[in-house]
């Protein structure tokens, strides 16, 4: 119902012939503009505001460490020997010694993260 009433709002009358789907992307794109208007938005500047430097940065730090598992993965299947070796050596840093990769040690010992 609400979709419906969204997609009111973005009729075209003249249809692209290019695109058949045009109407329905814009009623959707309508509903993620309000979506993150309305809620997310807020909730991201909430968590911002209330949120230390220092726990903000774990964060971040423990996301990137997580996504280190997937570069490995990337290296392993392009056969990039390395750099499988540097990053899964960075993985294993940070996730032993740097609080499950909430510290960022393999940076300090030279181990740049690569993507």
Do not use: H
């Not at 789907?21 to 209330?50: C, H, K």
């Not at 971040?60 to 390395?82: C, R, S, Y």
């Amino acid at each position: 119902m609400v979709l419906l009433s969204f997609s009111a709002c973005t009729t075209n009358l003249n249809p692209d012939p290019i695109d058949p789907w045009e109407e329905w992307s814009r009623g959707i794109q309508a509903v993620n503009d309000r979506m993150d208007e309305n809620f997310l938005r807020p909730v991201a500047e909430t968590y911002r505001w209330i949120t230390p430097a220092f726990i903000d940065a774990g964060v971040a730090n423990f996301m990137n460490n997580v996504e280190d598992i997937l570069v490995v993965g990337n290296d392993l299947l392009q056969f990039k020997l390395a750099q499988l070796g540097m990053d899964s050596g960075r993985f294993m840093i940070n996730t032993t010694f740097g609080l499950a990769g909430a510290v960022d040690i393999a940076t300090y010992m030279g181990l740049a993260q690569t993507c």
